[in-house]
């Protein structure tokens, strides 16, 4: 099992930035493939962003590209997720996950954390 906290969530303005985090427990995190989903109200989870165990392959949303950036620290388990130029389209409950390998769907991923909500406004 892998136990998974997001914290970091808030409320920001457009074009402001935030920096969540996700702490894990449990198993060895540094096995795991860690990713960042959102969801909105009324829409399907979707995927924003995937790191590899060792880092060294990262992959994002075209939505979020150029903007956001995951990273980890193994020695600390845990994962980040910087969000820079935030858009008010960005409003969602932000998930982190754990997974065997790099995936870009939900069903991939075999642990969750309970979500951070981040509203961007206007």
């Known amino acids: 099992q892998v136990q998974l906290v997001e914290s970091g969530g808030g409320l920001v303005q457009a074009g402001g930035s935030l920096r969540l985090s996700c702490a894990a427990s449990?198993?060895?995190?540094?096995?795991?493939?860690m990713g960042w989903f959102r969801q909105a109200p009324g829409k399907e989870r979707e995927f924003v962003a995937t790191i590899s165990w060792s880092g060294g392959n990262r992959y994002y949303a075209d939505s979020v590209k150029g903007r956001f950036t995951i990273s980890r620290d193994n020695a600390k388990n845990t994962v980040y997720l910087q969000m820079n130029s935030l858009k008010p389209e960005d409003t969602a409950v932000y998930y982190c996950a754990a997974a065997q390998e790099l995936g870009a769907t939900p069903y991939e991923y075999d642990y969750w954390g309970q979500g951070t909500q981040v509203t961007v406004s206007s």
């Open positions: 449990g198993r060895t995190f540094s096995s795991y493939a």
